[in-house]
Structures are given as structure tokens and as C-alpha cells.
């Protein structure tokens, strides 16, 4: 079955960094949408970052410039590179997979329905950034 296993959060500063990465089992991983959500404690679940099957990636306003959304498809892996956290980037960091929900458009279009549309998700990995 799918799996999505996030791993690489952990406390820092804010201006710190950190590298999340997502290891992915159970499906053609080069033919799926892959993105990264982002939640903060009492907030709803938002997407962060997206590439789709062709490797074209899009951002939110938020993060544009700071972080980096990349895949290995020979690993199975995606990778979140955040550079210059800020406190407001707190939060669990879910990867997601889906075959129809592509980019950051699609994304924000779903709106609040996006976690209920996107089947697949990882068990999140907390990022902590202190001022």
C-alpha cells in the first residue's frame, strides 16, 4: 500500500534551516504529484510547496524564495529545503501524494477541501522555529 514517510524536522532558530524529506513505498513515485503541507497549531492544513510528475514546482507567496522542493525518483524520496525559517513556519510538515491535485494552483484552488480531496498523506514531522 502507499506509504509516505516524513523525517528531517527539529527546532531552530529563526534565519536557521532545515532539510525535511519524504521517503515514498507502494507506488509509481515519478507518475505522482508530490507536495508539502504545512500545519500550525489551531490553523488549517496549507499547502507549502508542490512539483508535479514532469518536475515543474510552484510555492506559496509565504516561502517563495526560501524553500526548495525537489525529488529523487531513483530514492523515492522528496525533499523540502527551508532556508530563513521564521516563527510563522512552525507547524507539522505533512508530504502528500496524488495523481489529480497537481501544483500549487490546483492546491490553493481546493481550498479548505484540500487535506479531504489528496489521499495520501505522511504521518507529519514537527518543525519548531524559536525568535
Known amino acids: 500500500q502507499v506509504q509516505l514517510v516524513e523525517s528531517g524536522g527539529g527546532s531552530v532558530q529563526a534565519g536557521g534551516s532545515l532539510r525535511l524529506s519524504c521517503a515514498a513505498s507502494g507506488f509509481t513515485f515519478s507518475t505522482y504529484c508530490m507536495s508539502w503541507f504545512r500545519q500550525a497549531p489551531g490553523k488549517k492544513r496549507e499547502g507549502v510547496a508542490a512539483?508535479?510528475?514532469?518536475?515543474?514546482?510552484s510555492y506559496a507567496d509565504s516561502v517563495k524564495g526560501r524553500f526548495t522542493i525537489s525529488t529523487d525518483n531513483a530514492k523515492n524520496k522528496m525533499y523540502l529545503q527551508m532556508n530563513s525559517l521564521r516563527p510563522e513556519g512552525m507547524g507539522v510538515y505533512y508530504c502528500a501524494a496524488e495523481t489529480t491535485v497537481c501544483g500549487m494552483t490546483a492546491i490553493q484552488a481546493l481550498g479548505d477541501t484540500a487535506p479531504y480531496v489528496i489521499v495520501h498523506w505522511g504521518q507529519g514531522t514537527q518543525v519548531t522555529v524559536s525568535s
Open positions: 512539483i508535479d510528475d514532469e518536475g515543474s514546482t
